[in-house]
Nanobody
Framework: QVRLVESGGGSVQPGGSLTLSCVGSGYPSYEVYILAWFRQAPGKEREAVAGINNGNSKRYADSVKGRFTISRDNAKNTLYLHMHNLKPEDTGMYYC??????????????????WGQGTQVTVSS
């Protein structure tokens, strides 16, 4: 049974930092998969935040470039999202996802087949 479990969310003030983790289990060859972080703010649609492929190429939403860094540790089956200079508009539920397709310019939900339950990030003064 494939499982993705996120952790590391919490409440921080604007300008603060958080690191999210996502541990995958229940499937072999973790290193071949595309992994990504999505988020959903209250009343809004889920959006892609960052993705990383099996060659370690990375992609970021324009809104987080320069502030967020995605990384993976295949030996630990773990995906990370290092978030700095957080803003109130970064508030939302953050989900990790596993997929198999790496599009040239975008991260698309339909390309991801397994999702975690999410971890809440709240940025507020």
């Amino acid at each position: 049974q494939v499982r993705l479990v996120e952790s590391g969310g919490g409440s921080v003030q604007p300008g603060g930092s958080l690191t999210l983790s996502c541990v995958g289990s229940g499937y072999p060859s973790y290193e071949v998969y595309i992994l990504a972080w999505f988020r959903q703010a209250p009343g809004k649609e889920r959006e892609a935040v960052a993705g990383i492929n099996n060659g370690n190429s990375k992609r970021y939403a324009d809104s987080v470039k320069g502030r967020f860094t995605i990384s993976r540790d295949n030996a630990k089956n773990t995906l990370y999202l290092h978030m700095h200079n957080l803003k109130p508009e970064d508030t939302g539920m953050y989900y990790c996802a596993r997929g198999g397709s790496w599009r040239p310019t975008s991260l698309t939900e339909a390309d991801f087949d397994y999702w975690g339950q999410g971890t809440q990030v709240t940025v507020s003064s």
